[in-house]
């Protein structure tokens, strides 16, 4: 990989925090997709094919997709994470896949993991040349330790069965985030989609994806697409790391019947530095103290004062407040 040494870098930072997520991964068999209807159903992220070795004469390909998906997933918002298509069946073409992957996603800020994808089949070339489960955690690390060397978060995709009898999955798990496949009924080629205070699927070492099924309910696909559940998600940093409350526009205006964004002009970090914008509340009062739905102050000509209240991890709390002026209509 000839990059003068750099590894990847950001402009924006994140931080992974614990939460659960819908997200899909797509290839070349998904064809157009539109990204923005997608991420409007609830899809935060993405796991996109960038490349792959043939199942046949072992080859590597580049998914002819790849750009196209990455580029607009980016562009509406959507988090994006990258996999290969291994058909490794030593180290060296282990690295071989790990360099190529590395070279097509060092132009994007990839912020989910960058995934080494190892599937079997009869047919497919790894299986003429079996191995065992410490030669497959070998054949995975060294993929996975190269993207890690360039800064990208690794990871391993398996079916359930491949991680418990071909990988050997204690050790593997250990040192790289695994993402599963394990598909219920309920959610192969239907248009159901997995709910998130039901049942996981159990087993004996810690996995961080879920690839749950294959359905046609979400919106900006022309048919069936993988679906995943992500238990994390990336949270944009900034970078002051000191817990903040501002608020910038200390008297708003707006006319009768005519709302307006609260949070405009907000800017809120927890103390450790991620942006917690999203997690401000506030509430709206009348000039007896009297608390208001903001529907009733924009249906009201008068003067407010919003409250804004943001919580830190540690229970701290900091409140700004603001004015709110509700002019009568123009012309009235």
């Known amino acids: ?16 925090t614990p939460m659960y997520v819908y997200g899909v991964d797509v290839s070349k068999w998904q064809g157009d997709i539109n990204w923005a209807a997608a991420k409007a159903s609830g899809i935060s992220f993405a796991m996109i094919k960038c490349a792959g070795r043939s199942t046949g004469d072992g080859s590597l390909y580049i998914d002819p997709y790849f750009v196209q998906n990455i580029q607009a997933a980016q562009s509406v918002g959507i988090q994006c994470g990258v996999y290969f298509f291994s058909q490794a069946t030593n180290i060296v073409e282990a690295y071989e896949e790990a360099c190529l992957t590395v070279q097509l996603c060092q ?3 990839i912020t989910y993991p960058v995934a080494f994808d190892w599937e079997s089949a009869s047919d497919y070339r790894v299986a003429l040349v079996p191995q065992n489960q410490l030669t497959m955690n070998m054949i995975a690390a060294t ?5 890690a060397s360039y800064g990208y978060t690794p990871m391993v995709y398996a079916c359930k069965n491949d991680l418990y009898n071909t990988f050997e999955p204690a050790s593997l798990s250990a040192s790289y985030k695994i993402w599963m496949a394990n598909y219920y009924n309920d959610y192969y080629y239907t248009s159901n989609i997995y709910m998130f205070e039901r049942p996981l699927p159990a087993t004996s070492f ?3 994806m879920w690839q749950f099924g294959v359905t046609n309910a979400i919106p900006g696909f022309n048919g069936y697409v993988d679906m995943d559940l992500g238990f994390f998600y ?3 940093t900034v970078a002051a790391t000191s817990f903040q409350l501002t608020v910038t526009q200390k008297e708003i205006s707006t006319t009768f019947g005519s709302p307006v964004n609260l949070l405009d002009g907000v800017i809120a970090v927890s103390s450790a530095g991620i942006d917690a914008t999203p997690f401000v509340t506030y509430l709206i009062s009348d000039v007896n103290g009297q608390l208001v739905t903001e529907d009733y102050a924009y249906a009201n000509v008068g003067i407010y004062a919003v409250t804004y209240t943001l919580t830190d991890v540690d229970g701290t709390t900091a409140s700004e ?7 009568p ?3 009235a």
């Open 234 to 236: 990336y949270m944009p």
């Open 329 to 331: 209509p123009t012309g």
């Open 107 to 109: 132009q994007y800020n």
């Open 321 to 327: 407040q603001a004015l709110l002026y509700v002019y």
């Open 1 to 16: 990989i000839d990059n003068g040494g750099a590894k990847q870098s950001a402009a924006v930072k994140f931080a992974e």
């Open 143 to 147: 993929f996975c330790n190269t993207v």
């Open 206 to 208: 810690p996995y961080q």
